[in-house]
């Protein structure tokens, strides 16, 4: 399977920011609550669908 990353930046989210976009974007929320190694921690907004 392929995924085209065309504009939502889903590589950054996954690779730099270490996040698993197969998990809802709640859950990665609560998980990252509490992170500040980056300003935007546990405001994500984007991941794929379930």
Known sequence: MF????????????LE???DLRRSVQDIRD???????KPDRAKGTVSLPA
């Open 3 to 14: 995924i085209v990353d065309a504009h939502l930046d889903l590589s950054m989210n996954a």
């Open 31 to 37: 998980t990252e609550t509490g992170l500040h190694d």
């Open 17 to 19: 920011w270490n996040r």
